[in-house]
């Protein structure tokens, strides 16, 4: 079965407005001659979603944020809601990333909360899983990521998860320090999400699901990832921070599907 090919990338805590525009002016540009057969997305900071969804509203690209709380509104100072994110524009929100793990407390269940808030407010959830070092060096990374992906899906239901996108992104490969998984393990880590997805739901429905890679992804290893059978796109991050970079990431995976 042929799954959908992602291609996307969040910019973090960076670009403040008129680099924010800039950058989705000239994708804009870039895409009114050229059809990329991925599908397309961008995670600007919250400061940016509007004017990025406004400048790119009539293209194929998602524009999307980079967390999420699960409530509507309410008492929850510094967070933004879901109805906000679809206020200003965004159409994917990405969820449980391993910085907002680590440093902001996030945990698989809170994952699990906002999966099904973005649900019920028709975003896609973007869910971020991936194994730390550790668990790396004692062998048990698999257990580890069946376990991150069965509670953020747990009580999802088996014709919504069709509407989700995995990332799988080792903690040990993602930010400045970080080194890329091998292709033949990110595949094989891919494989064994999709088996957990599976047993949530079935086969069929787990073949659905497509599942990026992310971490330290760059346009030296791109064509090497998409090369892998349970690969399905990429999720990057610095490497696509320039707007040049992306359009070179974009022409890779094309011409790699």
């Known amino acids: 079965m042929s799954r959908e090919v992602w291609l996307g990338t ?23 001659g050229y059809s990329s057969s991925a599908h397309l997305f961008v995670i600007p900071p919250f400061t940016a979603i509007q004017l ?60 699990n909360k906002k999966v099904h808030a973005a649900l019920a407010h028709n975003l896609i959830p973007l869910i971020c899983i991936g194994e730390p070092e550790q668990e790396k ?5 698999r257990e580890y990521v ?18 989700i996108i995995v990332a799988y992104e080792p ?7 970080g080194k890329p998984a091998q292709p033949a393990y990110a595949n094989g880590m891919h494989e064994t999400i999709r088996s957990a997805i599976a ?10 699901i497509p ?18 059978a349970e690969i399905d796109g990429l999720f990057v991050g610095r490497a696509a921070w320039d707007i040049a970079a992306f359009i070179e990431l974009i022409h890779l995976v094309d011409k790699a599907m």
């Open 10 to 32: 969040s910019w973090k805590m960076n670009k403040v407005m008129v680099e924010a525009e800039a950058y989705a002016r000239e994708l804009k540009q870039f895409l009114a």
């Open 52 to 111: 990025v969804a406004r400048v790119l509203r009539n293209t194929a690209v998602l524009v999307g944020a980079q967390n999420m709380h699960w409530e509507e509104s309410g008492p929850q100072t510094g967070e933004i809601s879901p109805l906000m994110l679809k206020d200003c524009g965004a159409s994917l929100v990405e969820i449980g990333h391993s910085e907002r793990r680590l440093y902001f407390g996030e945990t698989d269940f809170t994952v």
């Open 137 to 141: 060096q004692f062998r048990v990374q």
């Open 146 to 163: 069946r376990r991150q992906i069965k509670i953020a899906l747990a009580d999802v239901a088996p014709e919504q998860l069709p509407r």
């Open 171 to 177: 903690v040990w490969a993602v930010g400045t320090h």
């Open 199 to 208: 047993e949530l739901a079935t086969d069929e429905v787990a073949q659905l």
């Open 211 to 228: 599942v990026l890679y992310g971490g330290s992804v760059a346009q030296g290893n791109a064509a090497s990832f998409m090369a892998q």
